[in-house]
């Protein structure tokens, strides 16, 4: 069975302070994809990032840098410099196939960034 | 215009009620879900369909239908609402490709 653990119910940090938000996975395919959502407090999820099982470098976006360790089996997200714009629940989910049909989602870490 | 809206956005009904949460997108995509998103419990999926002829049961399907009328748009029913049924139902599309959920803005239900 696949399983998505975001051990971080909610974390709170001063706007500017870098902050890592944790994902562990457990699945048994080799071949899988790992995503992360955002849900601000207005509600809609957002799309972040997908990564198959396949391509463990590290991914990079402005602010926002995604650690893929297979080793670990994580999938972890840091926010570099937090803005109080960051403040929202964010998802990490899993998927054994490249569609997201059957996406598991962790449970969410509630970020608060704070002025 | 949202790319994928849901109606209504917010409904209290009362138990035994029968209450549709309907689903319509612009996006071309033939893959629809429904998850339903509980305090502490993340999402969770409850149908799926890849086409209008193609229904599949997700983690929760108990107490839902639904249907697919048309590739733009997907249904969920709770043909009597219960309490524990309160909560915020989500209507994503996928392409087939990408894996990337586009989500609607939810629908609030609350039973009594």
């Known amino acids: 069975a696949q399983k998505v653990t975001q051990a971080q119910t909610e974390i709170s940090v001063v706007e500017k302070e870098d902050v890592t938000l944790d994902c562990v996975y457990e699945?048994?395919?080799?071949?899988?994809?790992l995503f992360w959502y955002k849900q601000p407090p207005s509600g809609e999820l957002v799309f972040l990032i997908r990564?198959?099982?396949?391509?463990?470098q590290n991914e990079i976006s402005g602010r926002y840098s995604w650690n893929f360790q297979k080793s670990t089996s994580s999938f972890n997200f840091t926010i570099t410099a937090s803005q109080v714009v960051d403040s929202a629940v964010y998802f990490c989910?899993?998927?054994?196939?490249?569609?997201?049909?059957?996406?598991?989602f962790g449970k969410g870490t509630k970020l608060t960034v704070n002025p | 215009d949202a790319d994928v809206t849901q109606t209504p956005r917010n409904r209290i009904t009362k138990t035994g009620k029968r209450i549709m949460l309907e689903c319509s997108q612009t996006?071309?995509?033939?893959?629809m879900y429904w998850y339903r998103q509980d305090p502490g419990l993340g999402l969770r999926l409850i149908y799926y369909?890849?086409?209008?002829?193609?229904?599949n049961k997700g983690e929760i399907s108990d107490g839902y239908s639904v249907s697919r009328q048309a590739q733009a748009k997907f249904s969920l029913s709770l043909e009597s609402a219960i309490p524990n049924q309160t909560a915020l139902y989500f209507c994503?599309?996928?392409?087939?490709?990408?894996?990337?959920?586009?989500f609607g803005e939810g629908s609030r239900l609350t039973v009594l």
């Open positions: 994503a599309t996928s392409a087939a490709d990408t894996g990337e959920l586009f």
């Open positions: 699945t048994r395919d080799t071949t899988y994809y």
């Open positions: 990564r198959n099982s396949f391509d463990e």
């Open positions: 989910a899993l998927s054994n196939q490249g569609g997201s049909e059957k996406l598991v």
């Open positions: 996006k071309g995509h033939d893959r």
């Open positions: 369909s890849f086409d209008v002829k193609d229904i």
